[in-house]
């Protein structure tokens, strides 16, 4: 079992910026996919970006980015391979959401091979992220 603790949301204008922060319990696999997720209200969960942690057979080193974020959020690991955060800037109101953090346990992932939101094991409780116009 992988605990996820996701943290860094809050309130901010357009244009401005926020970061988030996951923190994994358990270090029991070698390598992991992991993501962020957001569900805006009355819509469908849909995947941010995701990345897998080094530390894998296979580094990814193109991480996947939705194109409604490309080129304003950045996906990166921690000093370890549980921990990952999600700088966004320049933000719109669009991008109100509940962000989750996700772990696809044992899972290769990148930009060039992705994966399906079925396929992620494990997920955080989500931080609210809002965005005023």
């Known amino acids: 079992q992988v605990r996820l603790e996701e943290s860094g949301g809050g309130s901010v204008q357009a244009g401005g910026s926020l970061g988030l922060s996951c923190a994994a319990s358990?270090?029991?696999?070698?390598?992991?996919?992991l993501g962020w997720f957001r569900q805006g209200p009355g819509k469908a969960r849909e995947a941010v970006a995701y990345m897998t942690t080094a530390g894998a057979v296979y580094t990814s080193t193109s991480p996947y980015y939705a194109d409604s974020v490309k080129g304003r959020f950045t996906i990166s690991q921690g000093d370890t391979k549980t921990s990952l955060y999600l700088q966004m800037s320049a933000l719109k109101p669009e991008d109100s959401a509940m962000y989750y953090c996700a772990a696809a346990a044992g899972r290769y992932c990148s930009g060039d091979y992705r994966l399906d939101e079925a396929d992620f094991d494990f997920w955080g409780q989500g931080t609210q992220v809002t965005i005023s116009s």
């Open positions: 358990s270090n029991s696999y070698s390598s992991y996919c």
